[in-house]
């Protein structure tokens, strides 16, 4: 039984490290940094919409909320535009 609440954790520390993976990376603004970026955000948005429809009787919207958002705005934060600021 220890072992299947063991692979449960590791599962739930993959999707939320790939989120949080993404997140510290959109602020990187090389190349190389937003593809890691897009991998790793869209890597979390799969899993956590997989946890949240899985486990959708219990609280899995809430645990699949948290990367889908760190996701979400990791690839908001990797595509926006710095505008130049006004004279």
């Known amino acids: ?3 299947l609440a063991f692979l449960a954790v590791l599962i739930l520390l993959f999707i939320y490290s790939s989120a949080l993976i993404a997140f510290g990376l959109s602020w990187i603004r090389h190349l190389v940094g ?3 970026t ?8 799969i899993t956590g919409i997989w946890i949240s429809i899985t486990l959708i009787e219990g609280n899995g919207i809430l645990i699949g909320l948290t990367p889908i958002l760190l996701s979400g705005i990791a690839i908001w934060n990797t595509f926006r535009i710095n505008k130049p600021a006004k004279p």
């Open 38 to 45: 897009i991998v790793f955000a869209v890597i979390g948005l």
């Open 34 to 36: 937003k593809i890691f």
């Open 1 to 3: 039984m220890e072992s």
